[in-house]
Structures are given as structure tokens and as C-alpha cells.
């Protein structure tokens, strides 16, 4: 890890792999290029798509409350998604041809992102309804926790908008997480980051993960890179956006976190829902469910990785076969554009975090500090 910081393809790194009660943490690095501030093991970096499996938890309590149903329509709670058009081709204007949808979107579509809306892996870009999303300030790129409105005027903004696909048809990315988090608020009767903040993080010990922070001095630097010069450019200073609270906390990819705390939360996915103190969160049988591929994915169906190696479950991605030293099969987990990713190995006990500065230049396949902590990970084991 150290050895990506003298390069610079990072500014700073810091990780966590543990394995039973064996847990090995390090960093390398500084928080922002230039400033004598070192990463430390309490630095706070954002993990923007990370946030996906754990607003996945929060749907599933609800679930388990009897507040809302896998396959019940989301319509009574999300009323500006009712009666839906289609696209006759999804692929084409978002101003083109419609259809009726054969039925309502229910919360199992929007947990397996199959709802209708969001970025298909598959299709040349640039692609029409993110620009559409991105004219109607819903967000359409990188995250930009200020730029979205409030969650009632983005769901209706959203409402909008045709869908790409059948409920149920095709996995898209992405916007189904968004979507979740408006859900989520409305069948707790309070703002999801309240609900997320009081029934996950901190049952947790998750103290240091949320929306926002005012704890700037101990946030990283986001960078980006300038794909005509190459040259690291500032994405996100740690006095800019997430420095304040947003009108939109997005369930998709609005969080800030450590590494300790992102242990925590995989730790309770390993203990089968299980908090340090033997109590429950989340039941054996939500996590089984949560972290089972729920798309069937193969030749010809759509899923996160282009080689059908990854399938998804509720808000992660499961590894249905394994094409190098990590991760096993029935692994799951998932990865932050901005320079993050996490995994549960049930198959090892193995959990892993790495969290840097730097936001991936592309997603297939992920930066060579990601690949190497993985490899870094299972070599060790196989040591061991």
C-alpha cells in the first residue's frame, strides 16, 4: 500500500483486513497532497458507492418491522412513481415512444436495481437519462452531495422521467439506491439520515460515519485526474461538500467513513446480524437474502462485472464464480468510485476495507491499490 503513496498514484491509504478475532490495520500517506497531515487509522474518507449496502440494512429492519414488504408496490409510499411509461427502447431518446408498465415497481426491484432506471453497464455513453437526470439537478455523475434538491422534490423531479426497462427486466446501477433512501424515510416517518444514523450506525459503534462532517481537519482530500494532462486535480477539498449537510442524503453515495467503521458494519453482515454484544440488528435469514445473487446472472442478464463472475444481492455485489486469487465464491461487497472499497469473504471469515484519496479513473478494472490490497489479503491467508 505504501508503495502506491511513493508512486502517487494515492495520496493517502488506509486499510483494514481481519479475520476472526485477528484484525491488521495500516496507512501511508497524507490526507491532502502537499500538507503534513498523515492519514491515521480515524482519518474520515468518503466511500460515495459504499453507502449502497448499507442503506440495504436499513431497508431490510423495516422489512423485518412489517413497515414495508419485498414485493409490495412502492406506489403508496412513493406515489410519484405510480403508473408508469416505459420506453419502447431503452436505449433511444428519453423523449421517445412509450408503453404502459406491465406492473407497479416494488421494493424487491428497487434492492436488486431492477426498477427501471439507472446506468446500464452495457450501453455506449453518453446516455440519455443520466443527462436528463443531470438537467433536472437530480445528479448524473460523480457524487455532488449539494447540488440535489430535497428527497419530496427529487422523487418528483424523478417521477418525471420514463423508465428505461420493465420493473423487474434489467439491472441498472445506481439509481435504485437513490430511490431507496426516499422509501426508506417515508415508511419510517423521519429523514433517512435520522433513521440510518439511530437504527444502523449507531447500534454500530459507526460514530464516525454520516452525510456530512464537521470534522474537517480529519478529511481526506478527493482527488481526481485530469485525463488530458494526467495531473491529480482536487474533486472534493475537505472544507467543500461534505462539510455541511445535504438537502439529499442519497442512499447511493453520500457517505463519509473510517476504516474501523466500515469493519463494524461488515462484521455484522459475518456474525449473520449479530451486534458486538451478541444482540441482533438484522436476522440470519435478511442476510442470507441480502447477500445471495437475486438477478440469476449468466449469458445474456445484466450484472455488475462484464464477465458474469459478480451477481448482485440486496444492495451488494456476490461473486458466483471465481476468476483469480480473490475473492471465493459467495463472497459479497462492494466498491466507492471515490476511492474505496470494502468485501466479507464468508468462505475465509475474511473482511477487508481500504479506503484512499484518490477516485477510480475507471471502474473495469479497479485502480491497482484496490487489486493490490485484495491480492495483498488473500496472499497472507494463504500464508498463514
Partial sequence: MAGHVETDSVAGVAWLAACGDEVEFGVAGQLTRGEPEPVRRDSLLRISS?????????????????ALRLD????????E?????????????????TVPADRPITLRDVLTFRLGWGMDFEAPWPQPLLEAMGTLGLG?????????????EWIKRLGTLPLLYQPGQRWLYHVGAAVLGVLIARAAGQPFENFMRERVFEPLGMADTGFWTANVDRLGTCYG????????????APGGQWASAPAFASGADGLVSTIDDVHAFGRLLLSGGRLPDGSKLLSRASVAAMTSDQIGVGPGIAGPSFDGSQGWGFGVGVQVRRTSLAP?????GWAGGLGSSWGNDPAEGVIGVVLTTDAFTSAFPPPAVIQDFWTSVYVSLSAA
Fill in 328 to 332: 471465493s465464491i459467495g463472497a459479497y
Fill in 81 to 97: 412513481l405510480a403508473d408508469r411509461k416505459v420506453l419502447v427502447d431503452g436505449r433511444g431518446p428519453i423523449d421517445g415512444a
Fill in 140 to 152: 448524473d455523475g460523480p457524487p455532488a452531495p449539494q447540488v440535489p434538491p430535497a428527497p419530496d
Fill in 72 to 79: 409490495d408496490p412502492v406506489d403508496l409510499l412513493l406515489p
Fill in 225 to 236: 485526474l485530469d485525463p488530458q494532462t494526467a495531473e491529480h486535480t482536487v474533486y472534493d
Fill in 50 to 66: 459504499m453507502t449502497k449496502p448499507m442503506a440495504a440494512v436499513a431497508a431490510l429492519i423495516l422489512v423485518e418491522e412489517c
